[in-house]
């Protein structure tokens, strides 16, 4: 039996490999490819989802009313969407947007959502601590006190939210430890306290 030369089999290999090669490199130019087709559609699509965001937020500032999915909506559709709502008093339709905020992406922008409804709610209780109305303003102001310690939360850093907490605890001071754990105020507390509504201070959220 006749053995194969050495340069017979060094030639065999080489063609072989080369073969291998090709095969291997036409498969990973294909799936680079397939990859950056892939990459494209993807960033042309955040693209377009972006200047239609930029279009609605846009038109929402402008004064313009645009009804907004807010399981779908970005954070900041949803964030002007609201601002709009707040602005004309539509406050039961701006509450299911922040009822539903708990979904945002973001916790600062989530932090700036619940910040707008807090500050919506001292503006109304201001305006009725000024029209003489205290029992309906210190729910009000609690309830923005508690956005704003939620806010807080999620931004600790955040120093607008810092500084209207601290107007909404000039407007209804707490009595003592009952506000947070959910309990009454004291049975021998009066009903009117010159520090359950101190005053109105100056410079509005």
Not at 45 to 55: A, I, M, Q, Y
Not at 90 to 102: G, N, P
Not at 115 to 139: C, Q, T
Request: hydrophobic letters at 45%; proline letters at 5%.
């Amino acid at each position: 039996m006749m053995r194969h030369k050495p340069q017979t089999w060094i030639s065999w290999l080489v063609v072989s490999a080369t073969a291998v090669w090709a095969k291997v490199r036409t498969v990973a130019l294909a799936t680079a490819l397939a990859a950056c087709v892939v990459a494209l559609a993807v960033l042309s699509w955040r693209l377009h989802e972006v200047r239609r965001d930029n279009g609605i937020i846009a038109t929402l500032q402008a004064g313009d009313d645009v009804a907004v999915e807010s399981r779908n909506a970005s954070d900041e559709v949803l964030i002007a969407r609201s601002a709009f709502l707040l602005a004309r008093d539509r406050r039961e339709e701006a509450q299911t947007l922040l009822d539903s905020s708990s979904g945002m992406t973001d916790p600062k922008l989530r932090a700036r959502l619940i910040y707008n409804h807090a500050n919506a709610r001292i503006r109304d209780a201001i305006a009725l601590v000024e029209r003489g109305d205290s029992d309906k303003a210190i729910p009000l102001t609690r309830l923005a006190k508690d956005e704003y310690r939620l806010a807080l939360r999620l931004d600790p850093h955040a120093w607008d939210i810092k500084y209207n907490y601290d107007v909404a605890m000039r407007i209804v001071r707490d009595f003592p430890g009952y506000e947070s754990e959910g309990e009454g105020p004291p049975p021998d507390a009066p009903t009117k306290l010159w520090t359950d509504l101190a005053g109105v201070p100056k410079g509005l959220p």
